[in-house]
């Protein structure tokens, strides 16, 4: 997780002091900022997340000289373990709406700003926005998607009768599903660089 989403926050300036055109501009800036505090709290997320797969590597490390009698209770842990990661995703998502819920406050500020060029700027700032919040909804779906195949995979360890092929085989398709979450945590990288670089462009307006 820390490699996925470490970094990928809009960063925060505040910013004060502007003449008139820029004062309007400022009002949206500083509406718009609040995503950025309420995104702060995705780094406890993240902390925990970190916790929860060094937990599953210690699991998963233990299956290596587990006995056929001791596979069942590491089985077990396994899942429960999957599922307190599938629950810091959905905390993820919360603040991440959250985020969008600030971000949709902010929009009421951009019919006020009379300078065009200005206005135009802040609206795509919006824009950019609304495709970064997309792309990381495609990621956590990706993430999920890989959590439900690692929890099948896990509960099949725990299962009588279990054939080393049918362990081989999942464990394929699981990589896949590990490309496609890279693939969409990459995308999620971008579109972050791109709202914190028309962000840049604003401030060097305000800051005039």
Same mark, same amino acid.
Do not use: W
């Given at each position: 997780?820390?490699?996925?989403?470490?970094g990928?926050?809009?960063?925060?300036?505040?910013? *004060?002091?502007?003449s008139?055109?820029?004062?309007? !501009?400022m009002?949206?800036?500083?509406?718009f900022?609040? @995503?950025?505090?309420?995104?702060?709290? +995705?780094?406890?997320? @993240?902390?925990?997340?970190?916790?929860?797969?060094?937990?599953?590597?210690?699991?998963? =490390?233990?299956?290596?000289?587990?006995?056929?009698?001791?596979?069942?209770?590491?089985?077990?842990?396994?899942?429960? &373990? @999957?599922?307190? /990661?599938?629950?810091?995703? %959905?905390?993820?998502?919360?603040?991440?709406?959250?985020?969008?819920?600030?971000?949709? *406050?902010s =929009?009421?500020?951009?019919?006020?700003?009379s $300078?065009?060029s $200005?206005?135009?700027?802040?609206?795509? !700032?919006?824009?950019?926005?609304?495709? /970064?919040?997309?792309?990381?909804? =495609?990621?956590?779906g990706?993430?999920?998607?890989? !959590?439900?195949?690692?929890?099948?995979?896990?509960e099949?360890?725990?299962?009588?009768?279990?054939?080393?092929?049918?362990? %081989?085989?999942?464990? $394929?398709?699981?990589?896949?599903?590990?490309?496609?979450?890279?693939?969409?945590?990459? *995308?999620?990288?971008e579109? *972050?660089? &791109?709202?914190?670089? +028309?962000?840049? =462009?604003?401030?060097? /307006?305000?800051?005039?």
């Amino acid at each position: 997780m820390k490699k996925l989403l470490g970094g990928l926050l809009i960063f925060s300036v505040v910013l *004060t002091g502007c003449s008139s055109d820029e004062d309007e !501009l400022m009002d949206f800036y500083n509406a718009f900022q609040e @995503t950025v505090e309420v995104e702060k709290e +995705i780094g406890d997320v @993240t902390a925990r997340f970190d916790e929860l797969e060094a937990e599953k590597a210690e699991l998963q =490390e233990s299956l290596e000289t587990a006995s056929i009698e001791e596979l069942p209770e590491i089985s077990a842990d396994l899942v429960e &373990n @999957t599922e307190a /990661r599938v629950a810091q995703l %959905d905390e993820e998502v919360a603040i991440m709406a959250e985020s969008r819920s600030r971000m949709e *406050t902010s =929009e009421q500020y951009i019919s006020k700003i009379s $300078n065009e060029s $200005n206005q135009e700027q802040a609206q795509s !700032l919006v824009d950019a926005m609304k495709e /970064r919040y997309s792309a990381h909804g =495609e990621m956590i779906g990706s993430y999920k998607t890989v !959590l439900e195949s690692e929890r099948s995979i896990f509960e099949y360890l725990g299962e009588e009768d279990i054939s080393q092929d049918e362990v %081989d085989e999942r464990l $394929n398709n699981l990589n896949e599903e590990y490309q496609q979450v890279q693939e969409d945590a990459q *995308t999620f990288s971008e579109q *972050t660089e &791109n709202v914190n670089e +028309i962000k840049r =462009e604003i401030e060097s /307006r305000i800051e005039g």
